[in-house]
């Protein structure tokens, strides 16, 4: 079960007021964008219908969301929304109504200084809420929502990732910098101790470059998995990713040139100041079943977004499709081979999530 926001794109989302947003209503397909690749790739492609919406700008004070979330989405449709800025965990049922709300803001059991991500138990009967800044993992259980348990991670160092992914019931894996060189994947048991690290994507050797600020912008990432018990992660920027056994042994690596390296233009550090630009970077990437998965991107400063269907094996690209700038898929689940579920966040004028059902198609029609 996979939750991923990070860092740098969440702090983008203030300032996208003057993007037009694109609502899900109904059934959609997004269709092929040559000015995105070198050749021609028509297929295959992702068509979604919304299932349910949540999210107003007036109105019930549980649909109206703060800048900040994080998600976990349910395989019957249940939507848990993490909202950072109330520290709270809003939960909606497979309808999009309304159930509860779980914790707050403060240091005690049940209480949250970050929510820095979500995740379900395989068995999707407890809810896991990763503290970054308490360096705590918190369990509710889903059936009553209930406060089971919570527990220290010493996997990282000064609570440094933003991403954690729920692998099995006795497993976690945190993809960002961990503290620990340039390792980009973080393995840690339920008593929250560290198993081992591995995935270098990026070598930071340049001395202007070298401190902990640095390592923390440069080694974000999101990670999915893959058949076998691999992952496929990803750096946020530049465009490299790979394939890794759960034991850190490489399967694929590959670049593209589609997003630069995030310091050429767009970092200036000195001792005086520091700046990050708005660079283009990866959003997600997620499994779609059929030995292929998903890779989204966005450029707010070109205000473009599109998609990539990548085959699992080597990484081969086949196909890219634009999608909405201001849309952002948070969560998707796969039911079966080529569909399942997904929650599609839109941030402009506000904060809204639809619950989707996506299908991976080929020669889709009009």
Same mark, same amino acid.
């Given at each position: 079960?996979?939750?991923?926001?990070?860092?740098?794109?969440?702090?983008?989302?203030?300032? /996208?007021?003057?993007? @037009?947003?694109?609502?899900?209503?109904?059934?959609?397909?997004?269709?092929?964008?040559?000015?995105?690749?070198?050749?021609? /790739? %028509?297929?295959? $492609?992702?068509?979604?219908? $919304?299932?349910?919406?949540?999210?107003?700008?007036?109105?019930?004070?549980?649909?109206?969301?703060?800048?900040?979330?994080?998600?976990?989405? =349910? $395989?019957?449709?249940? #939507?848990?929304?993490?909202?950072?800025?109330?520290? &709270?965990?809003?939960?909606?049922?497979?309808?999009?109504?309304?159930?509860?709300?779980?914790?707050?803001?403060?240091?005690?059991?049940?209480?949250?200084?970050?929510?820095?991500?979500?995740?379900?138990?395989?068995?999707?009967?407890?809810?896991?809420? !990763?503290?970054?800044?308490? *360096?705590?993992?918190?369990?509710?259980?889903? *059936?009553?929502?209930?406060?089971?348990?919570?527990?220290?991670?010493?996997?990282?160092?000064?609570?440094? +990732?933003?991403?954690?992914?729920?692998?099995?019931?006795?497993?976690?894996?945190?993809?960002?910098?961990?503290?620990?060189?340039?390792?980009?994947?973080?393995?840690?048991?339920?008593?929250?101790?560290?198993?081992? @690290?591995?995935?270098?994507?990026?070598?930071?050797?340049?001395?202007?470059?070298?401190?902990?600020?640095?390592?923390?912008?440069?080694?974000?990432?999101?990670?999915?998995?893959?058949?076998?018990? *691999?992952?496929?992660?990803? #750096?946020?920027?530049?465009?490299?990713?790979?394939?890794? +056994? =759960?034991?850190? &042994?490489?399967?694929?690596?590959?670049?593209?040139?589609?997003?630069?390296? %995030?310091?050429?233009?767009?970092?200036?550090?000195?001792?005086?100041?520091?700046?990050?630009? #708005?660079?283009?970077?990866?959003? +997600?990437?997620?499994?779609?079943?059929?030995?292929?998965?998903?890779?989204?991107?966005?450029?707010?400063?070109?205000?473009?977004?599109? !998609?990539?269907?990548?085959?699992? @094996?080597?990484?081969?690209?086949?196909?890219?499709?634009?999608?909405?700038? $201001?849309?952002?898929?948070?969560?998707?689940? +796969?039911?079966?081979?080529?569909?399942?579920?997904?929650?599609?966040?839109?941030?402009?004028?506000?904060?809204?999530?639809?619950?989707?059902?996506?299908?991976?198609?080929?020669?889709?029609?009009?």
């Amino acid at each position: 079960m996979l939750l991923m926001y990070g860092f740098v794109r969440e702090s983008w989302r203030a300032s /996208l007021a003057f993007v @037009s947003v694109v609502v899900l209503t109904g059934a959609f397909s997004i269709v092929d964008a040559d000015h995105h690749s070198k050749k021609s /790739l %028509p297929e295959p $492609t992702l068509t979604f219908s $919304t299932i349910y919406t949540v999210g107003v700008l007036n109105g019930p004070e549980e649909e109206i969301f703060g800048r900040y979330q994080t998600i976990a989405l =349910a $395989t019957e449709g249940t #939507l848990y929304v993490g909202d950072k800025d109330a520290r &709270e965990i809003r939960i909606f049922n497979e309808e999009g109504k309304y159930v509860k709300t779980i914790g707050r803001e403060g240091q005690g059991p049940g209480e949250f200084m970050n929510l820095y991500s979500l995740a379900l138990s395989p068995e999707e009967d407890s809810l896991y809420v !990763y503290d970054g800044a308490a *360096d705590r993992i918190t369990v509710y259980s889903t *059936d009553r929502f209930k406060l089971e348990r919570d527990f220290t991670v010493n996997v990282l160092n000064k609570g440094a +990732s933003f991403k954690m992914y729920l692998i099995d019931s006795g497993l976690f894996m945190f993809v960002g910098y961990g503290g620990r060189g340039d390792e980009l994947v973080h393995w840690g048991t339920m008593q929250g101790r560290h198993v081992h @690290s591995f995935g270098q994507l990026l070598q930071v050797d340049d001395p202007k470059y070298d401190t902990e600020f640095m390592r923390y912008q440069l080694n974000q990432g999101v990670a999915t998995e893959a058949e076998g018990g *691999d992952i496929i992660v990803s #750096l946020i920027a530049p465009y490299r990713m790979a394939r890794f +056994s =759960a034991k850190g &042994e490489l399967r694929w690596q590959i670049e593209d040139d589609i997003l630069p390296k %995030p310091w050429d233009g767009y970092i200036t550090y000195t001792s005086e100041n520091y700046r990050v630009g #708005l660079y283009p970077q990866i959003a +997600s990437i997620d499994w779609l079943g059929n030995s292929k998965f998903l890779v989204t991107h966005y450029d707010i400063e070109k205000e473009e977004g599109f !998609y990539d269907i990548r085959e699992a @094996s080597d990484g081969s690209l086949l196909a890219r499709h634009p999608f909405p700038v $201001t849309q952002f898929i948070s969560s998707l689940l +796969s039911r079966e081979e080529t569909s399942g579920l997904a929650a599609i966040k839109s941030i402009d004028p506000f904060p809204q999530f639809s619950v989707v059902h996506w299908k991976l198609e080929t020669n889709p029609q009009n």
